[in-house]
């Protein structure tokens, strides 16, 4: 039990630098667009979803994140009961890596969106979903290959695949209900 409990813990402390940006360019979106207003093939390339301000704040919420859960790392650790190590600790390449990353995912799932049609607000069954945890995953994959190797192992990789969309849909439904979001997703 308790090593099913430190895997869990585990694998969402590793993801929290990916699941929080997305809902603070909730809270901070607004202003200028990334595309400028551009379109492609008559539609815009990403739409007024995806801003730069957006961006900004989510990419450094999500390393700030990072930061406040290196030092309350052993905090947690011990009020769980799992060991050392157990809560994996973030170095700077791979907290920007997980934060810019889960951004960059979102934004493309925007791109393709805006390209089968869909448009601003419109919803996209898994890929709303999953966006972000490939584009975290990526770019973290990129900028610190070791890290994100050994701390993904497969059965993380597993209950993040799985825990990933429940926790998403609560939070946008949540999002939806406080007002905070157009859509519930
Ligand atoms: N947001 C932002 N910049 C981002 C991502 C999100 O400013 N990079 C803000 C926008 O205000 C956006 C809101 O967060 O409207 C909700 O994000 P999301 O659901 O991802 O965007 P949508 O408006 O639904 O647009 P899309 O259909 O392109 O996903
Ligand atoms: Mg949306
Ligand atoms: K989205």
Redesign the pocket.
Known sequence: MAGLVGLVAGALWAMLPAYVP?NA??L???GAP?DGGRTWGGRRV??????W???AV?TLVGVAVALVLDAANPTVADALGVDAGVLPLFPLPAAFGLALGA?LG??G??FL??RSG?????SFPVLDQLDFVVGALGLSLVLAPGWTLATFTPERLLVVLVATPVLHVVTNVIAYLIGA???P?
Do not use: H, P, Q, Y
């Not at 869909?118 to 419109?122: I, K, Q, T, Y």
């Open positions: 997305n360019a909730v901070a979106g607004g990334i990403l739409g007024d979803g995806k801003t301000r957006g961006t989510g951004m979102d934004i799932a925007s969106k805006r869909r448009e601003r607000g419109a979001k157009n859509e997703w």
